[in-house]
Each structure stands twice: as structure tokens, then as C-alpha cells.
């Protein structure tokens, strides 16, 4: 700091002259801009003229400054283009900002006076991710203070595009002694008046809706104000396209009573139905306690073309002493959900790449969350993917505690349903997955045969999920290879031929098992055809042919067949009369109709 001053004292001792320089260097800096005249008695009453100092990346005119022996100020004078970023050092804040402030004041020794601020330029950035930020997009904010020797009254008025809050209130002055238990008195009304603004801050796919307002009254001690009044939403909305929940025709009432605030209700419309929230939550304690109860009706979670999932029922969600806690009962009335065809592989958790970040923990990682939930499927209930699709019903008690696993205790049945593997279209003749234990590793016991075949060839899948145990199956007894054979081609195995057949049937499995995750055909493989003559004289060889088709209804098929030796090629489209008896038409080098009954003799 540089000081310089000019004077001498006077008959009454008491100094006059003028202060000739004064600098303050670093942040926040100062500057006095011109000497300024300066009286000090010798009571210690104290009198600055005008002044103009630089300060703060703007300017001060101090009209004039006064302080009496009681210690009574009085002062007038202005404030323009002030920048908050130069109280960094003082003033540490989260976000990014440019914030510019003028302010106006007048103060009298009888101690009524006013001051107002307000931002005069800049913004304020909110961050979002490492990389991106939104601008608050700040329109107005203004404080306005007025005395009158007894109490302090201000106003407050905030707007920009998000948000807008007034506040009113007041304070005794007591003489400028203003503390954390100075009691306050005031009111506070903030509005949403469209929250579709906020869906920028939480990131695309998201879409919000509707408005939420508040009317609060202050009261309290200043250092723990109280706050009571009431919370309400209208026209709410919530939609994510990446999961498909969408939440529509949403209400809110609830209501703000000291350290307490209760949701008397929260209500979304969701499909057909609805749901319905209402709960407390207790600031009263250094650690919240919350407790939410919900009820589902026929709500539509979410609803999109491969997941859709209806349910009804009712939990309860609590928050208290520190640990969160889960319960209640959900049926689904309808449920569709589907896998994802195919995508690329996750790297497991053990895995770490050398220059990457690791992935940040899930919060829920650490949470103390307990939970007692039961899942009812309902009967309505279809699950696709990895090559299934079937019908589920069945009751899953699914618990959870602190620093534990998920287990699960229920069984889930299969009802009816599909199942591709060795590139057929298998039919689940049985199905049930039980869970008495970890939640990711229930035990299995399914069977699943080819669809209309005379001896029943399947597999049959039992043991866990973490180490199952597949077994070829047939009604009959007869050999493993015959069961493939039956299986893959639809016939018992018949010599070298077959086994070249099962070989090259063995050679298509791959793109069988890509296309049973893609789900384009129901059939695509290798079959051998037999040496035959047609009507018109011409005897076709036998021959390996390559089989892509789709299963149209459970009898209808229809397919493309194309022969490796002959380079032949024909639409073929099959109808299933019964287990033996069938009508097969080919449209393509040669014409053919065929009906054909077969008896078995083996």
C-alpha cells in the first residue's frame, strides 16, 4: 500500500489538508483517482470530501463521508461496473461467471438511508460435464435496502431464464449489530414458469415440461431462518427416449412448515393409468429423514417398441438414520421386453485399459440400501433376446442389505415360447428358473424341442446360470448322434452321408448363432437334399443346399433354397398339416409341388 497526504494541524488540533495518493496493490486493488480533502478532529470526528477512487475493475465517487464522534456514519455516493471476479480471492464461488454490479447510496447520521444494487452486465455459467456449460442467461438482479433508523427493509428481485424469485422482509438495525440471531420477517415467491428450459441442463434425450411455484414466509432467527408456505406443479412432464418412460399430465402439492416439508401429492398420468406419490421429509435432525409412499395403477413405466411394461402395486421408499430402505409389492399387467439384437462386447470389471479413466462408481455403489420387494410377472408378461421368445409368469421376492449382494427368492415359469439354437426354431416345452440365492445366478430347468418333430428332439438345460449343463433329449432312446441328426437335419443319422451332412450343418453353426442374436431368418443352415426324379423325367442329384427362411405361423414356412453343386435356386413355402404329413410347393429353376406323409420304421 502507498499512502500520501498533505496538511498541518489547526487551533483546535485537529488536522486538515488532503489525501494526495493512496494504492493498494493485488486483487481486490485500489486507486485513488484525484487528492481528495480530508478533516480530522481531535474528538475523533472524521470528514472526507469527494472523491473518485478505481476499484474492483470499476469506479467509486464517494460524493462525501462522514463520521461522527458517536460513531454515527453518514455517506453518499455511487458504485459502476464493479466485477465480482475481483473479490476472488475473498469470495471463492462454483460456477464460471463475468458478473458486473452498480450501485447507489445515501446514509444520514440519524441512521436512514438506502442502498441499491444491481447487475449491470455479464452472466453466469453452470456447468454440465467436463466440457460443456449453459448459460443462466441471468436478466435481473437487483437488491434494494432502505432504513429508518430503527429497521432494515430490502427487497430482492431475481429473473432470468430458468427461474424468477421476489423476496421481501425485514430486520432490526439495533445500530448496524445485525448477527445469526437477529429474528428475521419476510416472504419469497420463486416460479418455473416452464421447467422445458431445464432439460438443457440434464442432457439430450431428455424432455421436461410444466411449472412449479412457490409462496414462502420467512421467520426465525436469521442464522436458521423458517420457512412455511406451499409448493405447487402444474402441466408436469417427463420424458427419456433413451429408457421410454414418459410421465405426462403431472400435478404437485405440497408444503414447507419450518425444518419439514411435506408432499401431499404427486401425480403423473402414464398410458392408461397413473401414480401417486405422497411422503415427508424432516430437516429437523443434522441428518434427513424421508419417507415416500407410492402407488402404481396400471402405470405404463415405460412404452417403446421393444419394451413396454405396465404395472400396478405399491412401495414405500425411507431414508432414515443415514440408511435407505426399499419394500412393497409390484404385478406387472403387461410387460414386452426386448434385447438388443446384438452389440458390441463390455469389457469386464476386472479389466483396467492403461490412459483411460476409470469409470466412475455407481452411487448407488456405496448407498445403505435395503430392500424387500416382491415381483409379480403377472400373465402378461413377454420377454426376447438371445434368442428367446417366451411368455413369463411367476412371484421373485428380491432382497438386498448393506454391503451384500442382491439375492432373490421365487420362481419364474415359462408359459409358452421359442428358443433358436443349432439353427432351429426349438418350441420350450417346459420352463421354470428358480432363484433361492444371488439374484445373477438362478438355477435352470428348461427343455425345448424341434418344432413338430416325430421323435421330440431338444435339449434339455439345468444347473445355474454361471455353470449350466446342456444335454440332447428325444422321446425315444437312440443315440446322441441320432438326437443331432434329428435335431439339425430332421431325420436319423444314415451313414457317412449324414455324418458329411452334420459336418456341414456344423460349418453353418456360426452363422446360425450370429443370426439367432440378429433375428433375421427362423432357419438358415445347410440341409441335404436326396436324389429324386420329377415329373417331367429329370432326376435331380443329391446334393447339399443352403436354407434361409422364416417361420411365417407355427405351420406356414417359407424359404430360399439354394444348391452348392447345382447352383439351382427356389422359393420354398411348407405348411404343416401334422407331425407327418405335409404340403411343400418350389417355385424357381423347376416348378414342383410335393405332398408328403411320412411313416417311421426305426
Do not use: C
Not at 453452470?126 to 448459460?135: E, G
Not at 401417486?276 to 413405466?301: I, Y
Not at 430332421?490 to 442374436?517: T, V
Amino acid at each position: 500500500m502507498q499512502l500520501a497526504a498533505a496538511g498541518g494541524l489547526g487551533h483546535d488540533n485537529g488536522w486538515q489538508g488532503s489525501v494526495q495518493k493512496l494504492e493498494l496493490s493485488g486483487k481486490p486493488g485500489l486507486s485513488l483517482q484525484a487528492p481528495a480533502a480530508l478533516a480530522i478532529a481531535a474528538d475523533g470526528q472524521l470528514k472526507l470530501g469527494a472523491a473518485r477512487l478505481a476499484a474492483l475493475g470499476g469506479s467509486l465517487s464517494i460524493s462525501d463521508f462522514s463520521r461522527q464522534a458517536s460513531g454515527a456514519l453518514s455517506s453518499h455516493g455511487s458504485a459502476r461496473g464493479i466485477r465480482l471476479a475481483e473479490l476472488g480471492p475473498l469470495l471463492k464461488l462454483p460456477v464460471e461467471q463475468n458478473l458486473q454490479f452498480d450501485a447507489d447510496w445515501g446514509l444520514n447520521p440519524s441512521g436512514v438511508g438506502q442502498l441499491a444494487l444491481w447487475r449491470s452486465g455479464g452472466d453466469v455459467q453452470l456447468p454440465l460435464d467436463k466440457n460443456r456449460h449453459a448459460a443462466l442467461g441471468l436478466k435481473t438482479a437487483r437488491l434494494d435496502v432502505s432504513l429508518d433508523g430503527r429497521m432494515l427493509a430490502f427487497n430482492v428481485n431475481l429473473d432470468s431464464r430458468f427461474a424468477q424469485a421476489q423476496g421481501q422482509g425485514s430486520l432490526p438495525w439495533n445500530g448496524g449489530r445485525i448477527d445469526g440471531h437477529t429474528p428475521l420477517s419476510g416472504n419469497v415467491r420463486a416460479s418455473l414458469p416452464a421447467l422445458s428450459a431445464l432439460a438443457e441442463l440434464a442432457g439430450p434425450g431428455l424432455v421436461l415440461g410444466g411449472k412449479l411455484s412457490a409462496d414462502l414466509a420467512l421467520s426465525g432467527p436469521l442464522g436458521e431462518p423458517q420457512a412455511q408456505g406451499a409448493i405447487r406443479g402444474e402441466q408436469l412432464k417427463l420424458e427419456d427416449h433413451r429408457t421410454g418412460i414418459a410421465l405426462s399430465d403431472g400435478s404437485l402439492q405440497a408444503r414447507i412448515d419450518g425444518r419439514r416439508l411435506s408432499m401431499q401429492q404427486l401425480r403423473f398420468v402414464s398410458g392408461k393409468g397413473d401414480v401417486t406419490a405422497s411422503g415427508s421429509l424432516d430437516f429437523s435432525d443434522a441428518q434427513p429423514d424421508a419417507r415416500v409412499k407410492v402407488v402404481l395403477q396400471r402405470f405404463s413405466v415405460f412404452d417403446k417398441p421393444n419394451r413396454r411394461l405396465v404395472v400396478s402395486g405399491q412401495s414405500e421408499l425411507a431414508f432414515v438414520g443415514g440408511k435407505l430402505s426399499l419394500t412393497g409389492r409390484i404385478r406387472s399387467d403387461q410387460g414386452r421386453v426386448g434385447l438388443p439384437k446384438l452389440g458390441a462386447p463390455d469389457l469386464g470389471a476386472d479389466v483396467v485399459v492403461i490412459g483411460r479413466a476409470p469409470p466412475e462408481p455407481s452411487a448407488f455403489a456405496s448407498m445403505p440400501l435395503t430392500v424387500a420387494l416382491d415381483l409379480d410377472l403377472g400373465e402378461r408378461f413377454r420377454f426376447s433376446g438371445q434368442g428367446l421368445d417366451v411368455e413369463l409368469s411367476g412371484l421373485v421376492h428380491v432382497s438386498a442389505n448393506p454391503g451384500e449382494a442382491p439375492a432373490a427368492k421365487g420362481q419364474v415359469k415359462v408359459d409358452k415360447g421359442r428358443y433358436k439354437a443349432y439353427g432351429q426354431d426349438l418350441d420350450i416345452t417346459f420352463g421354470a428358473i428358480t432363484f433361492n440365492g444371488p439374484l445373477d445366478n438362478p438355477l435352470l430347468n428348461v427343455q425345448a424341442k424341434r418344432r413338430l418333430s416325430p421323435v421330440g428332439a431338444g435339449v434339455e438345460v439345468s444347473g445355474s446360470v454361471s455353470a449350466p449343463k446342456v444335454r440332447l433329449i428325444a422321446d425315444e432312446p437312440m443315440t446322441d448322434k441320432d438326437k443331432l441328426a434329428w435335431l439339425v437335419l430332421g431325420r436319423a443319422a444314415s451313414g457317412d452321408r449324414d455324418n458329411n451332412d452334420l459336418a456341414a450343418s456344423a460349418g453353418m453353426m456360426l452363422a446360425g448363432s450370429i443370426n439367432d442374436h440378429i433375428g433375421l431368418f427362423d432357419d438358415l443352415g445347410v440341409s441335404s437334399r436326396q436324389e429324386k426324379t420329377l415329373a417331367n423325367g429329370t432326376v435331380s442329384p443329391a446334393e447339399q443346399v443352403v436354407t434361409v427362411g422364416r417361420q411365417l405361423t407355427r405351420e406356414l414356412y417359407l424359404g430360399y433354397e439354394y444348391g452348392i453343386s447345382s447352383a439351382d435356386q427356389a422359393v420354398k413355402l411348407a405348411y404343416q398339416l401334422s407331425k407327418s404329413w405335409s404340403v411343400i410347393l418350389r417355385a424357381g429353376t423347376a416348378l414342383s409341388t410335393e405332398s408328403r406323409y411320412t411313416v417311421r420304421f426305426d
